[in-house]
């Protein structure tokens, strides 16, 4: 079957840096996303890659290895209104998403 | 209004009614999507629609009839619902469902049965 594995809730402080992993088995591969959703809220789009390697953009990097089936998101200068749960999905052979259960992401003053 | 819109935000049913909820999108997509998003799981994927065509179907019951009039609306119909149904349900839309965008996202209608 297919499956996305990510933890399910992580606490950092303001300021700091905290990396939240992701790993997948999937029926092939056409790409992996980041969404960011804060509660009662949409999921709203963060990263996207394809290709091995670190994808920057502002104080928010995704990483890829696809040989690993393994991802991860680092968020630089946390701040309070990072607080969200942040949810990977892996886009199949179909083209079909495959969700994570998210991770909830607790900022601490 | 811009992005994607749903209706209503919140919705109490009892198990015998009969409800609908509306998402439409203002981004000029082809591809419209409804998912089930309940606490601690994964967002389950419950029908597509290509160029107002369903294309997926995961295995909903019947008592989830979708509807897509055009590219730019879609509809989830409810009857006789379990309240193991209560969730909150998410509409997007994509440029294509054969692409590597991204997909955007409704607010959701956050649905409980009683």
């Known amino acids: 079957g297919q499956n996305i594995d990510q933890p399910t809730e992580m606490t950092a402080t303001e300021g700091a840096i905290v990396q939240i992993n992701c790993t997948y088995q999937t029926s092939g591969f056409n790409g992996l996303f980041w969404y960011q959703q804060h509660a009662g809220e949409a999921p709203t789009f963060l990263s996207y890659?394809?290709l091995d390697g670190l994808e920057e953009k502002g104080r928010f990097s995704s990483f890829l290895s696809r040989s690993k089936g393994y991802s991860y998101l680092l968020l630089k200068e946390l701040q309070m209104k990072d607080s969200a749960s942040y949810l990977c999905?892996?886009?199949?052979?179909?083209?079909?998403?495959?969700w994570g259960a998210g991770t909830k992401l607790i900022i601490k003053p | 209004e811009t992005g994607v819109t749903q209706t209503p935000r919140h919705l109490v049913m009892g198990m015998t009614n009969k409800k609908s909820l509306k998402c439409e999108q203002h981004l000029g997509h082809n591809a419209m999507y409804w998912y089930k998003q309940s606490a601690k799981k994964p967002l389950e994927l419950m029908f597509v629609y290509n160029f107002k065509e369903q294309t997926e179907n995961n295995s909903v019951p019947s008592r989830f009839s979708p509807e897509c009039p055009n590219s730019s609306h879609l509809f989830l119909h409810l009857h006789t619902l379990q309240p193991e149904d209560s969730a909150l349900y998410l509409c997007?839309?994509?440029?294509?469902?054969?692409?590597?965008?991204?997909?955007?996202f409704g607010p959701g209608t956050r649905l409980t049965v009683t």
């Open positions: 997007a839309s994509s440029l294509r469902t054969d692409s590597s965008y991204e997909q955007y």
């Open positions: 999905a892996v886009r199949d052979s179909n083209y079909q998403l495959i």
């Open positions: 890659n394809v």
